[in-house]
């Protein structure tokens, strides 16, 4: 009965672990991109990479360079 309730406690707390690396490892890398700074490639004014757009050679630019 003791190796029963060990391995039972050993099991949650590796569940807990995992659960929570989880939850660590989905929210860091995603709060990581949004506060990027990337700089456009006309202008070279830094803006974060949420609001960058790309231009025709896949680089990234701000809003008003959009277009060229
Ligand atoms: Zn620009």
Do not use: E, N
Request: include cysteine.
């Amino acid at each position: 009965m003791g190796i029963v309730r060990l391995l039972a406690i050993v099991a949650i707390v590796w569940f807990a672990f995992r659960l929570y690396r989880g939850v660590r490892r989905t929210r860091v890398p995603r709060a990581g991109v949004q506060d990027r700074l990337v700089r456009c490639a006309s202008c070279g004014v830094h803006l974060p990479l949420k609001d960058a757009r790309r231009d025709s050679d896949d680089a990234p630019v701000c809003a008003h360079h959009q277009h060229r």
